[in-house]
């Protein structure tokens, strides 16, 4: 074979493996679907006219509107153990509710029963949610996803949690429970929620777990879970290893233009945020 065949040779055995990487990445890098199609998580139903940790009606369908899909709902047990949706049982959750001329001065800052919860408007004019007024959110926009933030780490009260939101959702629809995404704060909490059901997506919060990166990794590997940590823990070399694992990360919580794009090029996939709609985020320059 004289000298030209060889390097035309070449040349097309050069072009061939180029076009089968360029076939290979663009399978690889089909377009996310579902609960992983969206960005942004909108941070306790998110921010509605500056106002935050609301977990209101009004919340979810201003921040609908601007384009939102997945939301995190702070939940709680009533004093008489009903499912509500409240960030704490605070004297200062209280206040920046606007609740303190609402509520007698002995019901601030604790465990309220359902009917005071439901009979206490938010900031004089926006509505509390309990379990079943989320699932007629759900059911409502049928294109939302729920993250659940359910603070408890005793096993019996997740337990009690989560049959309550099981339950609630199975009597209407079994299919809502495929768009309710479990936060879970240790690894022990995987097994107590998958004792009660088995949710197709879990995500594991680290802000009160005490693992270290390697460990998160390995349980990572081990159960397939994703990722949300707070921005002072979202290092490039963490994150790029959770990436190289398959995962999904999420960082909480970001309201600034310049941070999102800072943490996107780290390779974050999404961000719990307060004032920023999916519909903004997509329009921001130097997002991937």
Do not use: C
């Amino acid at each position: 074979m004289n000298k030209k065949k060889i390097i035309a040779t070449v040349v097309m055995i050069v072009a061939l493996i180029m076009i089968l990487v360029i076939t290979l990445n663009k399978e690889e890098e089909q377009p996310a679907s579902g609960f992983e199609a969206h960005r942004i998580v909108a941070h306790a139903m998110g921010g509605i006219n500056g106002y935050t940790y609301t977990n209101a009606w009004e919340a979810f369908v201003a921040n609908y509107e601007r384009g939102t899909r997945v939301f995190e709902v702070d939940f709680l047990l009533s004093k008489d153990d009903q499912l509500v949706a409240r960030h704490e049982w605070t004297g200062n959750m209280s206040k920046l509710l606007g609740q303190l001329e609402v509520l007698p001065v002995n019901k601030q800052g604790v465990a309220l029963d359902y009917e005071e919860f439901m009979d206490s408007p938010i900031l004089n004019i926006y509505s509390p949610l309990d379990i079943e007024k989320v699932l007629d959110l759900m059911q409502n926009y049928p294109d939302a996803y729920i993250v659940t933030d359910t603070k408890e780490i005793q096993p019996d009260l997740i337990e009690k949690q989560f049959t309550l939101l099981t339950e609630a959702a199975q009597r209407r629809d079994p299919a809502l429970l495929e768009r309710i995404v479990p936060q879970i704060y240790n690894q022990p909490m995987l097994d107590e929620i998958n004792k009660v059901y088995s949710f197709p997506e879990v995500l594991y919060t680290l802000y009160q777990s005490k693992d270290t990166d390697e460990q998160v990794i390995e349980f990572v590997k081990k159960t397939g879970v994703d990722i949300t940590m707070p921005v002072s823990r979202a290092t490039k070399r963490f994150v790029k290893q959770l990436k190289n694992i398959g995962a999904r990360v999420y960082v909480h919580t970001v309201d600034e233009e310049d941070e999102i794009r800072e943490f996107s090029r780290m390779g974050v996939d999404g961000f719990y945020s307060d004032f920023v709609p999916e519909n903004d985020l997509n329009n921001l320059r130097g997002i991937r």
